[in-house]
């Protein structure tokens, strides 16, 4: 239950009605005011958001006044009903929460709620959950983190529902731990000075903020079991991936974890078909001016990573179409 009124305060909050349904082409937007959500300024969203719109800013044509700037969110879920209430215009997203805001399932089923008003707009990076301990806590595996003081993600982003799947697979429910709703920022400096013993964060890897804690604090990365990952692909959209022993100084061995994509996302209410065209070939051209470890992850092989089952934004089609991208 608590999941549920979880979302829906989310919703709520958004001022969003219960089916947010687009047109795909009104394209009333400002142009002059445009925002893209990324997600807390602790995590990889809100970085490289940064960069993705001062990229589509510097080269965007044919719009004068065009301006988008990157704001700070709870992250995907956030973003999804953000724009299913027109608050919001672009956003980063999870690839597997804007499916189920279409399809009406996991947390949106339970909420009662769909939201189509929105469009794939291209692949930014693979996200990986990396569960950050504290390396004097004496936890071993996901299953210690029993009684622990963990931070599970904010309200509203793909970690938080990440990191609740992750626990179930090991038996544990929302009763069985101290769960702090906070981005990989605030968690990280409670991880630093002792208050706090875990956090989940869904990032890209490597991912700086955990290098920086690293220098000021002795951690670990948790691997996933066999049976745990078998869980989780068996109950989600996830993938099991190995996190190399040299993605950062302080592994010695690699770590078993979960991946899904990071997508772009625009409105097909507020961005009418030239504006999201212009957006998706201001950035995928010029993507190798982001100077964000993630940058050349929108290369344009990866383009589609992330797109299955979800609608195209009339504008990003267009341009994949024109580039082959569809074929």
Do not use: W
């Not at 992250?75 to 919001?88: F, H, M, P, Y």
């Amino acid at each position: 239950m608590k999941k549920v009124l979880t979302l829906a305060a989310s919703v709520a909050a958004t001022g969003m009605v219960l089916a947010a349904c687009g047109d795909g082409g009104d394209g009333e937007a400002d142009v002059s005011n445009l925002q893209i959500g990324t997600g807390s300024t602790g995590g990889t969203y809100y970085p490289l958001g940064q960069e993705m719109a001062n990229v589509i800013n510097s080269n965007v044509e044919g719009y004068e006044d065009f301006d988008l700037s990157a704001v700070s969110t709870g992250a995907s879920v956030e973003n999804i009903t953000s724009i299913g209430s027109g608050d919001l215009e672009l956003g980063m997203s999870v690839h597997l929460p804007a499916l189920d805001a279409v399809e009406g399932t996991g947390e949106f089923e339970e909420a009662g709620i769909t939201v189509d008003n929105f469009g794939f707009m291209g692949h930014i990076y693979p996200e990986v959950m990396q569960i950050v301990v504290r390396a004097d806590a004496g936890i071993e595996s996901v299953a210690d983190l029993e009684g622990m003081d963990i931070a599970i993600g904010p309200t509203g982003s793909g970690t938080r529902e990440a990191a609740r799947l992750i626990l179930e697979a090991y038996g544990l429910s929302d009763d069985d731990y101290n769960a702090y709703e906070e981005g990989f920022g605030d968690a990280s400096g409670r991880i630093q000075d002792g208050s706090l013993d875990a956090s989940f964060g869904l990032l890209g890897l490597p991912n700086s903020g955990i290098e920086e804690l690293s220098v000021q604090r002795d951690i670990e990365l948790l691997t996933l079991s066999d049976e745990a990952l078998d869980y989780i692909e068996e109950n989600s959209g996830y993938e099991s991936m190995e996190i190399p022993a040299d993605s950062y100084d302080f592994m010695d061995e690699p770590v078993m974890a979960m991946t899904a994509y990071a997508i772009l996302i625009g409105s097909t209410d507020a961005i009418d078909e030239d504006l999201g065209y212009e957006i998706v070939r201001a950035l995928y051209e010029n993507y190798d001016s982001i100077s964000h470890a993630q940058g050349p992850q929108l290369a344009p092989e990866n383009i589609m990573n992330g797109s299955d089952g979800l609608p195209l934004h009339p504008g990003a089609e267009r341009y994949f179409e024109e580039q082959g991208y569809l074929d």
